[in-house]
């Protein structure tokens, strides 16, 4: 399960803190789209953490219809459908494009691996029933609550949105400011 620690360091932490958006108003700019940014860079963390929970879900359900349809079939000659099935169809979810890529992809694996340490899916067929429906319902808990973690950073990036949004509708931001400011980062000092 993922905690939210109040007054902690890692950056769900800070983004989901209830001061993260107070007072949004009385901020700069750059520190609201600063904001903003962070917390985008989380909800593509928690994208990527969920992506790497529902394949493994995905593996441990198409085992468990295996045995009881008696399908010959293994799940590894099957992997590439098992796991393309869920990536096509319509969209569900609150799902946003983003061109960020996860920050902690390999701690997000070991932390996925760790949840079932002796369920080696690299070998799902030698696995007991008992031990697939415990790690199945071990990862689905633990989608769940990414899921929920990552509702909450987003409705805290609609907030930071918003703010900039209003910002600009109300003249008090401009594009061409924006503009400066990427030239300026961006020209060697």
Known sequence: MIEVRPGGRRRIDRVL???????LDQLDLAE???RRDDAAQ????????RRLLHGRIDIVKAEQKRRATGGSKSV???LAAILADNAVGP????????TLEPSRAEAHRRHVEALVSDADLTDVVSLPDERLDLALRTYQAEE??????????????DLLNDQIGSRY????????DLLAAE???REPR
């Open 17 to 23: 803190s209830p001061d993260y958006v107070d007072n």
């Open 42 to 49: 989380e909800e593509t963390d928690l994208s990527y953490l």
């Open 183 to 185: 030239r300026a980062k």
């Open 144 to 157: 769940e609550s990414v899921s929920q973690r990552r509702r909450q950073v987003q409705a805290v990036m």
């Open 91 to 98: 969209a569900m979810g609150s799902g946003r494009h983003s």
């Open 32 to 34: 609201v789209r600063a």
């Open 169 to 176: 509708r109300a003249g008090s931001a401009s594009v061409d």
């Open 76 to 78: 590894v000659d099957q």
